[in-house]
């Protein structure tokens, strides 16, 4: 029995999990470890959401979730790398993934080519559940219209130092889709409300709604609008990643950063297809 041990927030799980499927595939038995989230919670430090995967698309798993010496034991996987018992992400993709002898597997895993040759079940495993009458009926709206999501993301990347993007990529990013797409509707999301009006000001954006009613453990339904809309301008953020991967609008155009930066885990898993800026 090999474990995956699931961290950070709804993106990066996904990415996980869809490495939980990739394994299972080549049939290698695996169990999720979710032990990190009760853990930090001891220190009152709640790592995003928590544990979402369950709630937000119905994934129904016996996962392991433990504390006191198997924390420890964790921990110390986790600092001194001991080789034959931990496999670890260095945040390229690694074509021999499932070969490895390890015990336990670490890291976020953030490449579409893990998951490349069942990407209908993965579409199928991230059905969204619990979506509510007000954000459905937008949906539908998004479906009608040349919707764009675009999504800013400041609050936790100021708070640790990450990066974040400035306004030229959005500059890019907007009269790109301007040059393509009639009448383009923007759809903005942000954790920064301020910043997400004084953008649509500073580019001049003629139609354009911010999203701000989906708060908590509520926020998974912005990635639900996200993949709804027709074309996506996404953050360098593994929520807004889904949200496009996701997206099943047959002309659609996504718009990503080009950026490679190990302090936010974002290593350029675009696919092919999406446009870099």
């Known amino acids: 029995m090999k474990k995956v041990i699931i961290t950070g927030g709804l993106g990066n799980q996904m ?5 939980v499927l990739a394994l299972r595939t080549k049939g290698i038995n695996v169990k999720l470890d979710i032990s990190y989230y009760d853990y930090w919670n ?6 995003h959401n928590g544990y979402e995967l369950e709630k937000v698309f119905g994934i129904k798993e016996n996962c392991i979730n433990k504390q006191g010496l ?32 390890s015990l336990y597997y670490y890291g976020y895993w953030q490449n579409e080519k893990y998951f490349a040759n069942i990407k209908e079940d993965v579409h199928k495993t991230f059905t969204f559940q619990g ?35 400035n306004r030229d990529y959005y500059e890019k990013a907007i009269k790109y889709i301007e040059n393509k797409i009639d009448d383009p509707y923007y759809f903005i999301f942000s954790d920064d409300i301020n910043e997400a009006e004084l953008l649509a000001s500073q580019m ?35 929520f807004s990643w889904w949200g496009a991967w996701l997206n099943t609008y047959q002309e659609r155009i996504i718009i990503a950063p080009k950026i490679c930066d190990q302090k936010i885990f974002f290593f350029n898993p675009q696919p092919e297809q999406w446009i870099l800026f």
């Open 42 to 47: 001891k220190y009152n430090w709640k790592m």
């Open 70 to 101: 198997h924390m420890k034991w964790l921990r110390i996987l986790d600092h001194y790398d001991p080789l034959g018992i931990i496999k670890k992400d260095n945040l390229r993709y690694n074509k021999q993934f499932s070969d490895s002898l």
């Open 131 to 165: 979506i509510d009458n007000k954000n459905q009926n937008l949906a539908l709206l998004l479906q009608t219209c040349n919707s764009v999501s675009l999504h800013i993301r400041r609050g936790d990347y100021s708070q640790f130092g990450m990066t974040i993007l």
């Open 204 to 238: 001049n954006i003629k139609h354009y709604k911010i999203i701000d009613h989906n708060k908590g453990e509520d926020s998974y339904k912005d990635m639900f609008l996200m993949s709804k809309c027709r074309h996506n301008i996404i953050a360098n953020s593994t």
């Open 15 to 19: 990415f996980q999990y869809a490495f």
